[in-house]
Every structure is written in structure tokens, then in C-alpha cells.
């Protein structure tokens, strides 16, 4: 980056998301770099726990902040441009998971799972990675409805309201998916580690 | 709804403290008094607790590469456009002469066929007159030059039109130009021993964008090409580019795979590309994968050599080595016995 990009950048740093998204929509990109920085992070983990695959979750957020720039004139000041990006998110994750649904179990089999992050990450203790892959484990018990929502919900902190404008139902629908997908999970959590007790324990 | 369905419903809302003030007391009184409702309380809380150990993943910086790349070509694209200077003489015909070209442009994209022109020297009968001994091979790379009458006003199959330049070379004449992009789809089969097919594949292997579709072409690959009738070193060179060259660790670790299933004609490629990951690949998951397909080969009689050996020993005594690649590598040579 040169030394006025950068300063653009850092000035830019400080504008507000819809203040960046007006720019955007002048047709001028140069905000692009700042939105990335400070929304990739919660796309792409949202998409690699959503679609459990790490090549999948690049291709997302890649394409995610893609079309943020090519269709920037259809976000409107009057929701927040996490709430935009998350719908465009879910969408094309939705999207993925259905052409992935239509191939053959040969086909899917094709996608790299990467290891989990803590299988390489020697900073985590034991109970913490075995932690991880119960809750990995339990997450893929959950239909992709019930994912999506606890995912918004436990991990980005929205609020039923904004997780119903992204998944394109009503409020209702939200709390009943997350109260079935805490269900699930508390079963098996529960089960998952040897009569749930280890887990839940290791968590107190 | 007895009160405590309703209440374990607004459990998760209790959690995030979504509640107003007056339905979180009431709750919260509800289950200080009831005992099953308290239980559940507890088992929420700690289920909610448990999901935080799921730790955030760090954002390969890749992607933001890619992404901005991508932005810059977006504007690049919109700097490209050259004003065309209006003669408002012509206006009429410049604005209907271009409509005709891009309309042309879409049924380029839209037929399996394009239109036979005078001056284009490449058409896509090409694969079906190859295949009836007639051979005028073509580019997939190619720059058309052609009249507006020579296309159809038709526009089909949505064509993605990129890098629109409009071109007056004569500002005297009555004639007007505009360049651009056009992708269009191909499908090209032949015999995966023919060179051009390999080539073909070769080239997608290193050159395509995406990630996942880089695996499926990597997935494609093994199917083929693990048939000893298909042997061809060439693959193996390109599965090595990948495995040397790929950003992606993912796409690094299908590589070794595929490299794996190659038959014993191509053992040496497939064993040099193995020690070259093994010795310089940054991604640990990737050395062990080599190391595991060495070992495999290694079992199978058909890459023992002094390099192989060298490259093991090393690996095993190499301090800053990752301890399961190490590891690795002692359980590999302790087999061998060299």
C-alpha cells in the first residue's frame, strides 16, 4: 500500500458504515479496504461454521464484499451494513449448501476440510480442543435453519429482529429455531461427552 | 403453553438479556421458584457457556488480496471506458451501431455455434472438424475484429460484458467501433491422454480463481488419471506446480493426495514434488500429508532412494520442526531400516 492509500485509508477508518457505503455508491471503492478489515472477520467465521469448510467460507467472503461493491445502491441507511452483509452471507451459504445437496455424497466429498484450528494450535489445552470438537460435533446435529440462526444469535450478538430480516422470516420463527437448536445442542453436548457430565462441567 | 414451555422458549432470550426488563424479572422469579425450570436454566447457561469454546478462525489474508484485486479491476474497469466523443451528426447510428454490436456480442455467448465471419480466423466448429480429420486447431484466446452487420440484434444467454472501450480511429468517417470482453462457455472433450486435454487441465489446475472449484479440478484429476493407462508425467508436473505453488493449504493437502493415487510410471515425479513439500511447504498439516505419502510409497517399495533418506533424517532431527511431522518421519525411516 502506498503512503496515501494508507493515510486515505486511516482516514477513512473513522467515517461510520453508512458514511463508507455512501461513498461506495458514488462509485468511487476506495472504502472497500476499511469495510473488509472491519467486517471480514465475522463473515468469515460466520460462513466457515455455517458451511464447515474453509474453502467454501473463502469463496463467501470473497464474493460477499464483491457484491457489497457491485450492488452497493441496493443497501439502505435504514439497516446496518452488518445486517446487509450478513443477509448476502447467508444467502449465498444457503445457495452453496443447496447446490451441495443436489450432488452426489462423491461430489461433496471433494471439498478440503482443513483440520480444525486447534489441531495445529498448541496454545489450547486438551479440555479446550476437546471442547471445540463436541461443540463442532453438536453444530453439525443442527439443520442448516437452526445453524444459521445460533449462529447469528450466539456468535454475532444480533437480535431475533435482525437474524429474521436475514434469514427472511419472522421473529417467531427465529425463537423457535434457536430454542430447538439449544435443545439439540444440550442433548448432545450431553451425550457427546460420555453423559455430558466431563463437558458441561469443563465449562463451569 | 404451560407457563415453563413458554418460559425454557424465552431461555436463549433470557441468555442474550434480549428481554425487557419486566418479563426478565418475571422470569428470572419464575425460576428461582420452580425446580425444573431452574435445572434447565442451569443446562442453557452452560450450553451457552460451551459454544464460546469454539475459538474465532483468523481470516486468511489471501481473501482480502483477491477481494481488493478484484476492486481495483471493478474500477480499473470503470477508468477504461473512454468518453466517446459525440458527433451529434451520427448520434443516431453511433447509438444504434453500438446496440448492434453488443447484441451480437450476446448471441456469441449464447450459441454453441458462432456465426461464420469473413474475418474472424477462428470459429468453434473447431472441436468437431478436429474430430472428423479436417484439424484447424484453435485459441481459446482469441481477438475477433467484425462488422456490425455481421451480428445478430438478438441478445441471448446474458453475456458478461467487461472492459468496454469505444473506438473513433477517424472522426471523419461515419464509422464508430467499441471493444469489450465477452466470457463465453466452453466444453471441450477428448481422450484425457490427448496433450491438448492435459494441457487443459494443467492449466486449470494452477490458473482457476476459486478455491473449491480448484479441488473438484483436483478431485477430476485423481479419477483420471490414477488409471495406469492414463499415466502422463505431465500431470504429475502440474500436481506439483499446485502442491509447490498453491496458496491454499487446502488445495496444497488435495494435491498430495492426488499425487498419491498417480501409478508407479510417474513414482519419481510424484516422489520429488513429495520431498520438495516436505522439505519447504510453510503449512505443517501439508508436510505431514508428505510425509505420509512418502511413508505409504516408501511401504510399497517404489521411493526408496539416498534423497528420500536424507530428506527423513533431516526432518526427524530438525528441532523446529513440527512434532508430529518429526515424529513422522522417525516412524517412516524406523520402517524402512535403511
Known sequence: MTASKATEAREMSHLSDQELMHIVQGGDFSPASVIYDRYSGRIYNFAFRFLKNAEAAEDATQEVFVKMLRHANQFHGDAKLSTWLFSITANWCRDYLRKADNKSKETEDVLVSLPAPSELAPDRTYEQRENERLVRRALEALTAEQREAILLSRYQGLSYAEIAQIAGCSEGAVKTRVFRAMETLKKVLAGEAGGGERCLNAAQ | ?338
Open chain 2, 1 to 338: 403453553m404451560s407457563e415453563c414451555s413458554a418460559m425454557k422458549e424465552s431461555m436463549p432470550l433470557l441468555l442474550t438479556e434480549s428481554l425487557d426488563p419486566a418479563r426478565r424479572e418475571q422470569s428470572h422469579q419464575h425460576i428461582e421458584a420452580c425446580a425444573a425450570c431452574s435445572e434447565a436454566w442451569l443446562s442453557y447457561q452452560q450450553t451457552w457457556v460451551i459454544l464460546g469454546d469454539l475459538p474465532e478462525v483468523e481470516v486468511p489474508p489471501r481473501i482480502r488480496e483477491a477481494f481488493l484485486s478484484k476492486a481495483g479491476i471493478a474500477q480499473a474497469k470503470n477508468e477504461n471506458v473512454i468518453a466517446f466523443r459525440r458527433k451529434p451528426v451520427f448520434k443516431w447510428l453511433a447509438q444504434a451501431a453500438a446496440i448492434a454490436v453488443i447484441a451480437g456480442g450476446g448471441y456469441f455467448a449464447g450459441h454453441t455455434r458462432a456465426p461464420r465471419i469473413e474475418s474472424s480466423p477462428a470459429t468453434i466448429d473447431g472441436v468437431a472438424l478436429a474430430r472428423q480429420g479436417d484439424f484447424r486447431p484453435i485459441s481459446l484466446v482469441e481477438t475477433r475484429q467484425l462488422d456490425a452487420n455481421a451480428l445478430s440484434p438478438e441478445i441471448e444467454g446474458r453475456p458478461n460484458i467487461t472492459n468496454v472501450q469505444f473506438v473513433d480511429s477517424d472522426a471523419s468517417d461515419d464509422q464508430i467501433g467499441v471493444s469489450f470482453d465477452i466470457t463465453s462457455r466452453w466444453t471441450v472433450t477428448g481422450n484425457p491422454r490427448e496433450r491438448s486435454m492435459i494441457r487443459l487441465l494443467s492449466y486449470m489446475l494452477e490458473n482457476e480463481a476459486a478455491v473449491s472449484p480448484r479441488s473438484n479440478a483436483l478431485e477430476w484429476v485423481r479419477q483420471t488419471y490414477s488409471d495406469p493407462a492414463n499415466a502422463d508425467p505431465e500431470i504429475a508436473n502440474a500436481l506439483a506446480r499446485v502442491l509447490r505453488n498453491d496458496t491454499h493449504e487446502g488445495v496444497r493437502i488435495r494435491a498430495v493426495e492426488t499425487l498419491t493415487t498417480l501409478p508407479p510410471a510417474v513414482a519419481s515425479d510424484t516422489r520429488d514434488a513429495l520431498i520438495n513439500a516436505l522439505k519447504n511447504d510453510p503449512n505443517p498439516a501439508v508436510r505431514l500429508k508428505a510425509v505420509e505419502a512418502l511413508a505409504n510409497m516408501a511401504r510399497s517399495g517404489s521411493a526408496i532412494d539416498p534423497a528420500l533418506i536424507d530428506t527423513l533424517r533431516q526432518k526427524a532431527s530438525q528441532d523446529d520442526e513440527n512434532l508430529y511431522v518429526r515424529v513422522k518421519a522417525a516412524e517412516v525411516l524406523s520402517s524402512m531400516n535403511p
